[in-house]
């Protein structure tokens, strides 16, 4: 059974910090593309960042460039959001999704394009 779980998520003023993880398990997640998207109250699921298979290659929305870093550990099957400067507007459940096929060349960077999803960690700044 495939599995992605997240955690990390929290409470956090204005210019702090949180470190997201998501840990994934039931099939081989290091020789596929995985990301981070988020969806606020009213708003629709946007992507936040994703990460090719090898770690090699990273896309970021314009607005958190700069302020967060997406990685993984294969060894481990985890990928981490380490999120930085954090402001009232990255208030949202944040989601980790993973694609399915391997060693894709292509960095996908829409929802549709992810099979496999958690169930999201909440993520609160206050101002």
């Known amino acids: 059974q495939v599995q992605l779980v997240e955690s990390g998520g929290g409470l956090v003023q204005a210019g702090g910090s949180l470190r997201l993880s998501c840990a994934a398990s039931?099939?081989?997640?290091?020789?596929?593309?995985m990301g981070w998207f988020r969806q606020a109250p009213g708003k629709e699921r946007e992507i936040v960042a994703t990460?090719?298979?090898?770690?090699?290659?990273?896309y970021y929305v314009d607005s958190v460039k700069g302020r967060f870093t997406i990685s993984r550990d294969n060894a481990q099957n985890t990928v981490y959001l380490q999120m930085n400067s954090l402001k009232p507007q990255d208030t949202a459940v944040y989601y980790c999704?993973?694609?399915?096929?391997?060693?894709?060349?292509?960095?996908?960077?829409?929802?549709?394009?992810?099979?496999?999803w958690g169930q999201g960690t909440q993520v609160t700044v206050s101002s």
């Open positions: 999704a993973a694609d399915s096929t391997p060693f894709a060349f292509i960095l996908p960077r829409t929802s549709r394009a992810y099979d496999y």
């Open positions: 039931g099939r081989t997640f290091s020789n596929v593309a």
């Open positions: 990460i090719s298979w090898s770690g090699s290659n990273t």
